[in-house]
T-cell receptor, first 112, second 117 residues
Framework: DQQVKQNSPSLSVQEGRISILNCDYT??????FLWYKKYPAEGPTFLIS???IKDKNEDGRFTVFLNKSAKHLSLHIVPSQPGDSAVYFC???????????WGAGTKLIIKP | DGGITQSPKYLFRKEGQNVTLSCEQN?????MYWYRQDPGQGLRLIYY???????QKGDIAEGYSVSREKKESFPLTVTSAQKNPTAFYLC????????????????FGEGSRLTVL
C-alpha cells in the first residue's frame, strides 16, 4: 500500500518554462513533507520542505504547495534549468515518527 | 571535508556470501539510516539508529544486520538470507532540531551498488 504516490514516472519540460512535479498521499497523519533531488549514481539531496501548518514554502526558484484537503503537494521550479534534470522524490513523515515514507520518484528532463 | 562516506561504491557477491557495506560520517549527527533503492521504487528503509548501541528495524530488515558501536559508523551486512540483494544501498544521517525532534532532512552518502552474480 503506497502511502506516498508520484504518479508521473517522468516529465519533460522546455528550458525556461515551469516544471510542476506532483505528489499525493493517503495518510492524514502526515504533517511534514520534503522534496529531494537525485542525480544518477549519487545519494538524494534535500531540496525543500513544508510543514502541514503552511500551504506554501518558497526557496529561490523552488516553491512547494500543500493542499491538505486534497492530500496533494506539488513542487514548482521556475524557470527550469538544464541542471534541474534529475529524479525528484517526495517524502512524508507523521509527528515524531522517525521514518520518512518515500514516493517512487519522477524523472525530470529539461530540454534545451 | 565533512560528509558521509560509503564504501565500496560497487560490490559483486556470489550467492551465499555475506557482505558488509561501510558507512562513516563526520557530521556529528545522531541518527543514521540505511535505505535500499530498486528501479522504479522509492527508497525503502532497512534499519535505522537514533543513538549509539541502539538500532531499529525498518520496513525490509529481513536478511540484513547492522551495528552502531560508534557514533560515526553504521555498517550494514547483507546476509545470505536476503533473497534479492542486488540493489543500490544508501546510507543517510539526520540532524536533530532541538533535543528530540528529528528534522526529516537527511544527508545521503553516494551509495553502494551491490550485484549478486
Amino acid at each position: 500500500d503506497q502511502q506516498v504516490k508520484q504518479n508521473s514516472p517522468s516529465l519533460s519540460v522546455q528550458e525556461g518554462r515551469i516544471s510542476i512535479l506532483n505528489c499525493d498521499y493517503t495518510n492524514s497523519m502526515f504533517d511534514y513533507f520534503l522534496w529531494y533531488k537525485k542525480y544518477p549514481a549519487e545519494g538524494p539531496t534535500f531540496l525543500i520542505s513544508i510543514s502541514s501548518i503552511k500551504d506554501k514554502n518558497e526557496d529561490g526558484r523552488f516553491t512547494v504547495f500543500l493542499n491538505k484537503s486534497a492530500k496533494h503537494l506539488s513542487l514548482h521550479i521556475v524557470p527550469s534549468q538544464p541542471g534541474d534534470s534529475a529524479v525528484y522524490f517526495c517524502a512524508a513523515s507523521a509527528g515524531e515518527d522517525y521514518q520518512l515514507i518515500w514516493g517512487a520518484g519522477t524523472k525530470l528532463i529539461i530540454k534545451p | 571535508d565533512g560528509g558521509i562516506t560509503q564504501s565500496p561504491k560497487y560490490l559483486f557477491r556470489k550467492e551465499g556470501q555475506n557482505v558488509t557495506l561501510s558507512c562513516e560520517q563526520n557530521l556529528n549527527h545522531d541518527a543514521m539510516y540505511w535505505y535500499r533503492q530498486d528501479p522504479g521504487q522509492g527508497l525503502r528503509l532497512i534499519y535505522y539508529s537514533q543513538i549509539v548501541n541502539d538500532f531499529q528495524k525498518g520496513d525490509i530488515a529481513e536478511g540484513y544486520s547492522v551495528s552502531r558501536e560508534k557514533k560515526e559508523s553504521f555498517p550494514l551486512t547483507v546476509t545470505s538470507a536476503q533473497k534479492n540483494p542486488t540493489a543500490f544501498y544508501l546510507c543517510a544521517t539526520e540532524a536533530r532540531r532541538g533535543a528530540l525532534v528529528n528534522t526529516g532532512e537527511l544527508f545521503f552518502g553516494e551509495g553502494s551498488r551491490l550485484t549478486v552474480l
